[in-house]
């Protein structure tokens, strides 16, 4: 039996039909299972490594932690005494040392946000209505950045780092998932706890966050939420009040006698003067640097949910700036990863500029 001939060119057609018409097999081939799987094996790395950081200080500076338990530290690290007293809960009720409630936390909340953040990438319009061969792309940028971002954890380490991230994850999605009528009360509530924990951690992160989601609610675009335009600006507003009577109740209350020291409460004069500042930063910024541009250039297309973490980025960005050291780019890691879904959103739409971007676009598509 002869067999029919083939022109030099099948190959080639064959593959573009692959490509353009994938068959039923390959669209189950999707990528969340392995996305997740490197994800969670980049941070429980970070995890392990700060064990050993908080092993190190338990050990050989085994007195470190406890002037902030006692409140006698300096500010602003005594200011931020959420995760400290936690693990010392721990140190009293259960014999650990403040390394292991330190890690308990790191995992618990690193894990937690990292899985939040990737299905905020998840329920992108864009992403949900693009092939298999962009979902892979876009999980591999997310994966890329997540452990990008994480490797400075390290650089000027503090406790406060992985769970500060866990609660803004939280906050931030859900501030923008997609939500229906009959869950607004518990996202408001959520969103008031997550609020309230993250004070006592770090208040200025719950202030930004919500003050740039009180901002985009007022902007034409305001309904674009998880929950309704009047709903959003009352919580938000809410938000930043409990952070703000938090704060103030920790500096004026509980620890009134806590001093800056030497150190300078405004550090942006104090950096401009060390170059050496300047290179993290720089390295760091990077990536948002980019997305800031993307999103300028394509803020037409940008929904109100986008432009409420921009907004919120900037404000902690100008705090950062302003109030911290500029080569501590740890500071601003919360804010960096939730960013991530917009960054890649953004990518994918140079590669398909048509591709929708609106909170109401493809609804009901499925990755």
Known sequence: MEQPLRSETAPAEHSARAIASPTPGARMLNPQRATRLLILAAVLGVCDQNYWLYSNVDHYFSGNWMPYVRGTGGAPEQYRIGVKMVAWWFVKHLSWGFRHGFSLMDVITSTVGVLLVYQLLLGRPTIRAASTAVQWFASAGFALLVCYYMAWVGFFFRPETLPSFGLTACMAWLWTRRSGEGTAGWTICGLLLCAAAQSWIRADIPCALNAGMFLASLTRRGGG?????????????????????????IMRVLYPHASYGGTPLFMLTHDIRQPLTFPPFLIFMLPLAWTAVQAWRQ????????????LAAAIYFLLWVVLGKLDEVRIFIPFAVVLIPLT?????????????LGADANRGAEV
Do not use: F, N
Request: glycine share 6%.
């Open 299 to 310: 803020r037409c297309a940008v929904d109100t949910r986008s432009w409420g973490l921009l």
């Open 225 to 249: 939420l998880s929950i309704s335009r009047r709903k959003a600006l009352v919580t938000s507003a809410s938000c930043v009040a409990v952070s703000v009577g938090t704060q103030l109740y």
């Open 344 to 356: 890649m959103e953004l990518a994918v739409r140079r590669i398909a500029p048509g591709a929708p």
